[in-house]
């Protein structure tokens, strides 16, 4: 009712204003902006200088290196990213009832997890069509809980153990977010099927210590809070370290390098191939994978979709083993 009686009052604010700023926001520049929209860079310019000045606030800081978000801007645009999302469930679901669906839009942020991956596909099998407008970002923590806070995703996929659970769980809050667990393992190691440790059916901690520890790298926020494995070189003695960007990249260290990693020892052997196996880790840890999503929001059909996905992924491979 509030959200009704603040356009009803602000004729001139309207929903493609609010698309405008968020495009700018994702380019960080007017320019590339208005080539993503299709528009003219000065229609972009006027349309974002009339939002502002209806809503007495300065959601650009200009230069002549682009835009920054002001925090006031911040703010507004996470309430502009959820009336967009709104709009957009509202339309996508009357006009699939009435037989002419929408192209669909569902983005999810989440740790590198090929489990993930694995009920991203499922969810595009399902409801893809012949167009859709799907983003699987696989990054680093903080910027999955931005990213859901800010509403460039509905969805972010990450997990809580003994050892960040205080902290993450803070931010969580502190960013109107609810964690929803999906699932807890025992700790386990990706190594190569190469590897000398692949034929112990349970691995030790002093057994990694000649191997290469494979881990995620953080930026501006490398501390074990946020590291994405459950423990991190404070825990155990790991000499050899290496810092990775991307899945395919500690993949292809694992094989090379004889390198290794900790996490919840589920794979996907359909996107990854046999090379990669897990062991489990002679510990008494545990983590506890989840989502997380914006509070008081209604989950879109493709975000519902999603997480029953993870579920039966997860399912599937307790029957394999």
């Known amino acids: 009712m509030v959200l009704f009686y603040s356009f009803r009052y602000h004729k001139s604010m309207t929903l493609q204003q609010l698309k405008y700023a968020v495009a700018v926001a994702d380019a960080h520049n007017i320019t590339e902006a208005s ?14 200088r009339e939002l502002e000045a209806e809503m007495g606030i300065t959601i650009f800081s200009r230069s002549n290196k682009g835009v920054s978000i ?3 801007g911040d703010e507004f645009l996470s309430y502009a990213r959820q009336l967009i999302e709104q709009a957009n469930l509202l339309e996508d679901r009357y006009k699939a009832e009435n037989g002419n669906a929408g192209n ?4 999810i942020s989440c740790q590198h ?3 993930a991956v694995n009920a991203f596909v499922d969810v595009i099998r399902k409801f893809g069509g012949n167009e859709y407008n799907f983003t699987l970002r696989e990054t680093q923590t903080h910027e999955i809980i931005e990213d859901v806070a800010h509403l460039k995703s509905e969805i972010g996929v990450l997990y809580l153990s003994s050892r960040n659970e205080n902290i993450i769980s803070k931010l969580i809050k502190k960013n109107n977010l609810i964690f929803e667990p999906l699932f807890t393992a025992p700790l386990h190691v990706f190594i190569s099927k190469k590897n000398p440790l692949a034929k112990k059916k349970k ?3 002093t057994d990694l210590e000649p191997f ?3 881990t995620y790298e ?3 926020f490398n501390s074990f809070y946020y590291a994405e494995e459950p423990l991190t070189e404070i825990d155990f003695d790991c000499p050899k370290n290496i810092q990775v960007r991307d899945r395919a990249t500690l993949f292809n260290l694992l094989i090379g390098l004889d390198g290794y990693t900790i996490c919840s020892g589920i794979i996907s052997h359909e996107l990854n191939g046999p090379e990669i196996i897990a062991r489990p880790l002679d510990c008494n840890e545990h983590m506890t994978v989840g989502i997380i999503t914006k509070k008081g929001m209604s989950l879109s059909r493709y975000a519902c979709a999603y997480i029953e996905a993870i579920r039966q992924v997860m399912e599937r491979s307790r029957l394999k083993t």
């Open 35 to 48: 080539r993503r929209l299709f528009i003219s860079q000065p229609s972009l310019t006027a349309a974002i």
């Open 70 to 72: 002001t925090n006031e």
């Open 104 to 107: 669909p839009i569902f983005s």
């Open 113 to 115: 997890y090929s489990f």
């Open 203 to 205: 691995i030790h901690l």
């Open 212 to 214: 290469p520890y494979l």
């Open 218 to 220: 953080q930026g501006d």
